[in-house]
């Protein structure tokens, strides 16, 4: 039978973690870390536009919300017609990625309601998936908020390394979740997704300019570096491995990685 693979280009941006928020912005103190997010929104809005076969995935809105606001019209205009289109998409839209061992629940519910209020507004948007790819560990609390807020799944990378060998055997990675099942039965509930090699690119595919990483995927076969059918057979036998792991045809595979897209 057929497969569908459905390649999500994302960037995961962290709201302060080895620089400060604005830092990250800027990209000033890159010997901390070379990352700056002004320039993954400021470039991938572009590379939309020229290729309407492209799409572009963002999570978190504080960054999102400070690059918006000096934005000219022109730019704010463009981005709401790539949002219309359905090829600039928000996940999860918190303000940020909110942590799920340590934090309140009332904690979590305004770090939503604070990103999904903005989006409401500015764009008449809800965001459907909920994006927990680098927070350590889940909880049933964070389970039965986002199927309060109306999300259609949620996809996660972290989990014990044990639990994770006993799904892959299983092919029980992608679950319907029910948290306090106890008191709610399955009135709360939501699809929920597991990632099979963490959140980032696939090995062979690591090519940013923020990283000693892979060759480019050249497709001019004039040139002899031109490498495009081996990398196009490394994905295709990385999709049948995949396929052995989950249940069903349809497969998500997530593309880029942490701060990724910044030129």
Not at 178 to 203: A, L, N
Request: charged residues 25%.
């Amino acid at each position: 039978g057929h497969l569908y693979v459905h390649i999500v280009p994302h960037t995961h941006d962290d709201v302060g973690w080895l620089k400060t928020v604005d830092e990250y912005l800027s990209g000033s103190n890159q010997a901390s870390q070379h990352a700056e997010v002004n320039l993954v929104l400021s470039t991938v809005i572009p590379e939309l536009i020229k290729n309407p076969s492209r799409k572009f995935t963002y999570v978190e809105m504080k960054f999102f919300t400070m690059w918006y606001k000096t934005q000219p019209e022109e730019t704010k205009a463009q981005v709401k017609q790539l949002i219309q289109e359905g090829r600039f998409e928000f996940v999860n839209g918190g303000w940020s990625m909110h942590d799920e061992a340590n934090t309140h629940y009332e904690d979590m519910i305004n770090n939503m309601m604070v990103g999904h209020e903005f989006l409401m507004k500015e764009f008449g948007v809800k965001p459907r998936m909920g994006w927990h790819v680098d927070p350590f560990g889940h909880s049933s609390a964070n389970a039965r908020l986002f199927a309060d807020m109306g999300f259609d799944a949620w996809m996660f990378a972290r989990l014990d390394y044990q639990d994770k060998e006993q799904r892959l055997q299983d092919k029980s990675m992608n679950f319907i979740w029910r948290p306090f099942s106890k008191h709610f039965g399955d009135e709360k509930e939501i699809f929920t997704g597991i990632m099979r090699d963490h959140y980032c690119w696939i090995q062979g595919f690591w090519y940013d300019e923020r990283f000693d990483g892979d060759d480019p995927f050249v497709d001019n076969e004039d040139l002899e570096t031109f490498n495009a059918v081996y990398k196009t057979q490394l994905l295709i036998n990385y999709i049948h491995e995949m396929a052995d792991t989950y249940r069903g045809n349809h497969m998500f595979m997530p593309f880029g990685c942490d701060f990724t897209f910044a030129n």
